[in-house]
């Protein structure tokens, strides 16, 4: 196993992923003491992700799981989520601060988080075929390998973050305005990035 995959692995990643830490993060916020939250939220980014690799994978070999044309209209997961979240936070707006902003949602669910993880990397296939084509079967194994790892680092991140005071205290109180804005902007970027609908 060679350092410089695993690095480029680990690159690769970052890059790839940077904006996934402000979701996870929104996404704790959002499930903050409601049990069994963190388990959600790390299942549902695994599940997501597991499928991107997935689908990266297949692309490699020659299959077109995904054809290239529909890739923008995964911007429509994070919009409808991103509105769902919005008229949930509308529906509560009166509700104690107290109760947190979890209190009508019940925080993220597994399927939620892996349908942002999915829609939000759907760009990230792109790049991660002619990766993983030109890499072979040993440096493609490397690299699935280190981007599950990294997973588990990315989620830990947004957890640490989500429980920062400073950082706490700001998605406690905005959280319930910032999620439905940050998966409605997501959406609306793939739509248009992609120029789904003739945008």
Request: cysteine-free; hydrophobic content about 55%; overall charge negative.
């Given at each position: 196993?060679?350092?410089?995959?695993?690095?480029?692995?680990v690159?690769?990643?970052a890059?790839?992923?940077?904006?996934?830490?402000?979701?996870l993060?929104?996404f704790?916020?959002?499930?903050?003491?409601v049990?069994g939250?963190?388990?959600?939220i790390?299942?549902?980014q695994?599940l997501?992700?597991?499928?991107?690799v997935?689908?990266?994978?297949?692309?490699?070999?020659?299959?077109?799981?995904?054809?290239?044309?529909?890739v923008?209209y995964?911007g429509?997961?994070?919009?409808?989520?991103?509105v769902?979240a919005?008229?949930q936070?509308?529906?509560?707006?009166g509700d104690?601060?107290?109760?947190?902003?979890?209190a009508?949602?019940g925080?993220?669910?597994?399927?939620e988080?892996?349908?942002v993880?999915?829609a939000?990397?759907?760009d990230?296939?792109?790049v991660?075929?002619?990766?993983?084509?030109?890499a072979?079967?040993?440096?493609?194994?490397?690299?699935?390998?280190?981007?599950?790892?990294?997973?588990a680092v990315?989620?830990?991140?947004?957890?640490?973050?989500a429980t920062?005071?400073?950082?706490?205290?700001?998605l406690?109180?905005?959280?319930?305005v910032?999620?439905?804005?940050v998966?409605i902007g997501?959406?609306l970027?793939?739509l248009?990035?992609?120029?789904?609908?003739?945008l």
């Amino acid at each position: 196993m060679s350092l410089g995959i695993i690095g480029q692995a680990v690159g690769l990643f970052a890059v790839t992923n940077i904006d996934d830490i402000v979701i996870l993060a929104l996404f704790f916020a959002q499930g903050a003491g409601v049990k069994g939250a963190t388990r959600n939220i790390a299942a549902g980014q695994y599940l997501g992700f597991t499928a991107i690799v997935a689908v990266a994978v297949a692309a490699a070999f020659g299959a077109t799981l995904l054809p290239e044309s529909s890739v923008p209209y995964l911007g429509l997961l994070p919009l409808a989520l991103g509105v769902k979240a919005a008229v949930q936070a509308w529906r509560h707006r009166g509700d104690d601060d107290d109760d947190g902003p979890a209190a009508g949602s019940g925080g993220p669910g597994i399927l939620e988080v892996a349908a942002v993880t999915f829609a939000n990397g759907g760009d990230n296939i792109g790049v991660y075929v002619p990766v993983f084509a030109t890499a072979g079967v040993g440096g493609m194994a490397v690299y699935v390998a280190v981007f599950l790892v990294l997973v588990a680092v990315w989620v830990a991140a947004g957890r640490y973050f989500a429980t920062r005071p400073v950082i706490a205290r700001a998605l406690s109180r905005w959280g319930h305005v910032l999620l439905p804005l940050v998966l409605i902007g997501i959406g609306l970027l793939i739509l248009v990035e992609g120029g789904a609908f003739g945008l």
